[in-house]
């Protein structure tokens, strides 16, 4: 490897970071031209750490990948690397002014991982922040960005001719093509003309049943259905599992009417959109079973109707298209429920600018509760939810009473923009883990205390893990002793200010949690717990730019890292002298 890096300093470098990249999966790819002559993966931390890109092009000759702002090389951020025919490579960030060679970056934010040519083809690795507070640089956000990319036919770098291109990418809430699916159907559960009430918001639920099968197949996206004309209508849809044997006819309003009952029964989360939403693709090797006798078939389905206007005569039959395909994938994808049981001795205290509640999942119990091996769980997206006080949401991931990373983070929540998100690389939950649900509400709008409960005026604090391979265990979730003794309570909530507010808070994260584990169809396992200090999630801003955090494994290096180029200065200084 010495002989291709032509600096000691840098072959070390790449040399550490190959072995941080070993542990980073990729999971998504997608090509950026229709010859599919380059190609772009990525994976990243899901806590506002580095994201990592692999860029494959079919040359030999230098490749050039970046962000612009509006298609134009114009105000573009990119990278520029190749592989000499001496094995010596180039790499560097730059930034266009115009229709010429971008310059180089001042202040380098891309870092290096790999460089290399395999036959007719060029691979280049490298990482970054997603804000680099670099006003040369172009923050990566989670809504779509413009990738674009040229190459050359050699390492001068020069005009790429008609070897370029653009495409519009969601970095960080991706969703790929099902076109890659062989064999594929869908099916739809919406609405069925629905005469909207001319009111300003609206909730509407229907309880909605699977087709039939003859065999099992995989779910392996799903896909918003907006009817025509009401796209400024529909708002948001959510489609929760339901315990039902036989299917029950029924739609209405969701919270408020007699039929709410029968809705309150159908709790779990299966799929979800908001508005600026777009499709959800499953990972390639998983897929959400449906056709068996252990899948769910019935469900309710439930839809947001935003009618600032209050206009009358709207009817809708917007919903979700769900594509599956007989051809089933290695893993089924399953969904763990975690965060607080829902009781309404509960209580949230009005008033409060910022109060938080924790839900605990100790998953040392699985064993008990499932027949044979226990799989790890394989964590790559979650679906967070709180009702209309919640503002903020954060899952974290412990092992051996220590954060390892984090399982899902939403610092800006908004009940009505709820999605599945990307953990953007695969957690792997073990048992023995723990998993601690931190939910924040503002009551400050209130004057009583808020339950937790049912209906949105209620409160939750949940955390919906979608992982792989499926378990039957459904629910992991807790509740402090504390809140069953009367006394306390009575004299705890008596008063609210700013210091009694602070004060409860702690009582309902210090009290003993009663952990809840549920298999559906094996029983339930109830064991003591204690909420854990959860570390400050990073926001990418340019007030501290951390260096590694959570899950992300060049944290994991970086001492060793700086250790090794360390010795190897005081090397060159020596020999120097």
């Known amino acids: 490897m010495i002989s291709k890096c032509g600096d000691l300093l840098l072959c070390i470098f790449a040399w550490c970071c190959s072995v941080c990249f070993s542990a980073t999966t990729l999971l998504f790819t997608e090509y950026l031209d229709s010859a599919n002559l380059v190609s772009i993966s990525w994976g990243f931390d899901n806590n506002g750490g580095p994201i990592t890109f692999q860029v494959v092009a079919n040359t030999t000759?230098?490749?050039?990948?970046?962000?612009?702002?509006?298609?134009s090389m114009t105000g573009s951020d990119v990278v520029i690397g190749g592989v000499n025919p001496d094995g010596t490579v180039y790499f560097a960030d730059r930034h266009a002014t115009g229709n010429t060679l971008p310059l180089v970056d001042a202040k380098q934010d891309y870092t290096l991982i790999d460089l290399k040519e395999s036959g007719s083809t060029?691979?280049?690795?490298?990482?970054?922040?997603?804000?680099?507070?670099?006003?040369?640089?172009?923050?990566?956000?989670?809504?779509?960005?413009?990738?674009?990319?040229?190459?050359?036919?050699?390492?001068?770098?020069?005009?790429?001719?008609?070897?370029?291109?653009?495409?519009?990418?969601?970095?960080l809430n991706y969703a790929g093509s099902v076109q890659s699916a062989v064999n594929y159907s869908y099916f739809d559960l919406t609405a069925t003309k629905f005469t909207v009430p001319h009111l300003t918001t609206f909730y509407y639920c229907k309880i909605v049943q699977l087709p039939s099968f003859s065999q099992k197949n995989h779910i392996i996206r799903i896909d918003p259905l907006i009817q025509k004309g009401n796209e400024d209508l529909v708002h948001h849809m959510l489609l929760y599992t339901c315990p039902f044997d036989k299917m029950i006819y029924l739609d209405g309003e969701c919270y408020v009417s007699p039929k709410s009952t029968t809705f309150h029964l159908c709790q779990v989360?299966?799929?979800a959109w908001a508005v600026g939403g777009g499709a959800f693709e499953f990972p390639a090797n998983v897929g959400i079973s449906v056709g068996t006798s252990q899948d769910p078939l019935y469900f309710r389905l439930e839809i947001h109707y935003n009618n600032p206007l209050a206009?009358?005569?709207?009817?809708?039959?917007?919903?979700?298209?769900?594509?599956?395909?007989p051809q089933v994938r290695q893993y089924d994808a399953g969904i763990l429920q975690t965060g607080v049981h829902v009781d309404q001795k509960y209580?949230?205290?009005?008033?409060?600018?910022?109060?938080?509640?924790?839900g605990l999942c100790k998953t040392n119990t699985f064993p008990s509760l499932l027949s044979g091996p226990v799989s790890d769980l394989n964590v790559f997206a979650s679906l967070l939810h709180t009702h209309l006080a919640g503002v903020a949401v954060r899952v974290g991931h412990f092992r051996?009473?220590?954060?390892?990373?984090?399982?899902?983070?939403?610092?800006?929540?908004?009940?009505?923009?709820?999605?599945?998100?990307?953990?953007?690389?695969?957690?792997?939950?073990?048992?023995?883990?723990?998993i601690v649900v931190e939910c924040t509400y503002n009551t400050t709008n209130r004057n009583h205390v808020t339950t937790m409960g049912l209906s949105t005026t209620h409160e939750m604090c949940l955390a919906f893990l979608m992982y792989y391979p499926r378990s039957?265990?459904?629910?992991?979730?807790?509740?402090?002793?504390?809140?069953?003794?009367s006394s306390i309570m009575s004299q705890t909530t008596s008063?609210?200010?700013?210091?009694?507010?602070?004060?409860?808070?702690?009582?309902?994260?210090?009290?003993?949690?009663?952990?809840?584990?549920?298999?559906?169809?094996?029983?339930?396992?109830?064991?003591?717990?204690?909420?854990?200090?959860?570390?400050?999630?990073?926001?990418?801003?340019?007030?501290?730019?951390?260096?590694?955090?959570?899950?992300?494994?060049?944290?994991?290096?970086?001492?060793?890292?700086?250790?090794?180029?360390?010795?190897?200065?005081?090397?060159?200084?020596?020999?120097?002298?």
Not at 152 to 167: L, M, V
Not at 347 to 358: E, L, R, T
Not at 498 to 513: D, E, G, V
């Open 61 to 71: 000759g230098w490749v050039g990948f970046g962000f612009s702002p509006s298609g």
């Open 122 to 171: 060029t691979t280049m690795t490298f990482s970054r922040q997603l804000q680099t507070c670099d006003t040369d640089d172009l923050p990566i956000t989670a809504t779509p960005m413009i990738l674009i990319y040229a190459y050359g036919s050699n390492d001068i770098i020069s005009y790429h001719g008609a070897s370029r291109g653009a495409k519009v990418i969601n970095l």
């Open 269 to 271: 989360v299966f799929a």
């Open 311 to 325: 206009t009358s005569g709207r009817v809708d039959s917007s919903g979700l298209r769900f594509y599956y395909t």
């Open 347 to 358: 209580v949230i205290p009005p008033g409060a600018n910022i109060f938080k509640s924790y």
């Open 400 to 434: 051996n009473k220590t954060q390892i990373g984090f399982l899902g983070v939403n610092e800006n929540y908004d009940f009505n923009l709820q999605r599945p998100t990307f953990l953007g690389q695969t957690a792997v939950v073990t048992v023995g883990d723990e």
């Open 472 to 485: 039957a265990i459904a629910k992991c979730i807790s509740v402090p002793q504390v809140i069953y003794n």
């Open 495 to 577: 008063n609210w200010s700013n210091n009694s507010i602070a004060s409860f808070q702690q009582l309902l994260k210090t009290s003993t949690q009663h952990v809840v584990v549920i298999n559906l169809t094996a029983g339930v396992n109830v064991q003591e717990g204690s909420i854990l200090d959860m570390q400050p999630s990073l926001a990418a801003d340019c007030k501290s730019i951390p260096i590694g955090h959570g899950n992300s494994i060049l944290n994991n290096y970086s001492s060793l890292l700086y250790l090794i180029l360390l010795i190897v200065v005081i090397y060159y200084l020596e020999e120097t002298l």
